[in-house]
């Protein structure tokens, strides 16, 4: 008898915490709302205005400052010529260098035309002449030992100079001499022209 009061009881604490159960967490039906989604975090990306773009490509361009005695006369260029870079130049000097010398010993009088400005023309096509008179043989250049901007500036005219160094060894076949030159580059920095022509020639002491 007892046993049977105990399975009646349990039975009825059965049904009453399935009940309470029922109550708490109801029936699925298929038309509860879904929680929202969650926000993404990460802005979407944003085109940056012209104002943005222009300071981006300004940054962009930054540079070191020049250095060396030569430096405030390479600012002065460069601030007409962004694209003005003294390595580039010096390169570009040493082939100028190369030229001039190697025309000058072949007597190409139209290739120094393009090279060099109406006086020092003047004065290399003179020299020409007495060589070729005299039948001496031409100093040809054998290497460039070395070429470095030493002086550069912008005059009132915005013409621009760059003074470059030049050590090289010449040979006219039989014997080798060593030239110390300081050769002067000039250029109109309000041209379009972007060469630069050899305007003086003077020893380096």
């Known amino acids: 008898m007892s046993l049977g009061i105990d399975l ?121 002449v007495e060589r070729e008179k005299s039948g001496a043989e031409p100093m040809r250049l054998a290497r460039i030992r070395q070429a470095r901007i030493v002086e550069a500036s912008v005059d009132a005219r915005n013409v621009g100079r760059v003074l470059v160094s030049f050590e090289s060894e010449l040979s006219d076949g039989d014997m080798m001499r060593q030239a110390k030159e300081i050769w002067t580059f000039k250029r109109s920095l309000t041209s379009s022209d972007p060469n630069w022509l050899l305007d003086e020639v003077s020893t380096a002491t």
């Open 8 to 128: 009646i009881i349990l039975a009825a604490i059965a049904v009453f915490v399935i009940s309470r159960l029922y109550s708490v967490l109801g029936q699925k039906t298929g038309t509860e709302q879904r929680p929202p989604a969650r926000r993404m975090r990460e802005a979407p990306a944003r085109i940056p205005d012209a104002d943005e773009a222009g300071e981006a490509e300004a940054r962009a361009r930054l540079r070191p400052a020049f250095t060396g005695p030569a430096a405030a006369g390479l600012e002065a260029i460069a601030s007409h010529d962004a694209a003005f870079s003294p390595e580039d130049f010096t390169r570009g000097a040493r082939k100028a260098y190369e030229m001039t010398v190697t025309a000058f010993a072949d007597g190409d009088r139209e290739t120094l035309r393009q090279l060099v400005d109406d006086d020092v023309y003047e004065v290399y096509s003179a020299a020409i």
